[in-house]
Every structure is written in structure tokens, then in C-alpha cells.
């Protein structure tokens, strides 16, 4: 039933890093496209980075080119979010889900990332 589990966020100061995780339903999102998600206090949820469904080509928001890397596993259905050289302004939650996201789209319960000195 659970779509979405995303893991790894935390507590790093400015210039530190993050991987986060996220499990997904094999069963229904196996071979789509994916992406990374993330809303902060006040602020409309905005689209950090995609993925194709083999993993091969990737897209990034512009805050996230150059720092961010995102990956996945295809075999156990995991998608993946490597955050370097973390600003303030990227604290917020965020989610993984399909991309792109459908009137349809469910989400997760999300993880948190704050980055604070």
C-alpha cells in the first residue's frame, strides 16, 4: 500500500552533505521516470531532480545542478539523492515520486534536511 519511503535526511551544517533514500512500489513505478521533490517552511513543493526509468538520464533543477546527484537502483526498486556542499536554503522536506508529478500523484511521508550552522 505504501508508495513512497523516503530516509536519510538530518541535522548538517552549511557546506556538508546528505544521501537520502527512497523505497518504492516496484509494482507500480517500475521503469518510470522518477524525481526528487522538497518543500520548505511557507514555500510551494518545486521539482529538485529526475531520473529516467533506466537510470540513465538525469535532470536537475537549477539550485540543484552542480551539487546534487541523483541515481537509482533499477534491480530493487531504490531511488537515491546525493546533496553536497548543502545551503540553508535547502532545508525543507523532501519527497521522491513519480515525474512528472499527475493530478493522480500520492505522496509520501517525506524527510526532513536541515541545514543550519
Known amino acids: 500500500q505504501v508508495q513512497f519511503v523516503e530516509s536519510g535526511g538530518g541535522l548538517v551544517q552549511p557546506g556538508g552533505s546528505l544521501r537520502l533514500s527512497c523505497a518504492f512500489s516496484?509494482?507500480?513505478?517500475?521503469?518510470?521516470?522518477m524525481g526528487w521533490y522538497r518543500q520548505a517552511p511557507e514555500k510551494q513543493r518545486e521539482y529538485v531532480a529526475r531520473i529516467s526509468g533506466d537510470g540513465n538520464q538525469t535532470m536537475y533543477a537549477d539550485s540543484a545542478t552542480g551539487r546534487f546527484t541523483i541515481s537509482r537502483d533499477t534491480t530493487n526498486n531504490m531511488l537515491f539523492l546525493q546533496m553536497n556542499n548543502l545551503e540553508p536554503a535547502d532545508t525543507a522536506v523532501y519527497y521522491c515520486n513519480e515525474a512528472p508529478i499527475l493530478r493522480t500523484s500520492q505522496w509520501g511521508q517525506g524527510t526532513q534536511v536541515t541545514v543550519s550552522s
Open positions: 516496484g509494482n507500480i513505478f517500475r521503469g518510470k521516470k
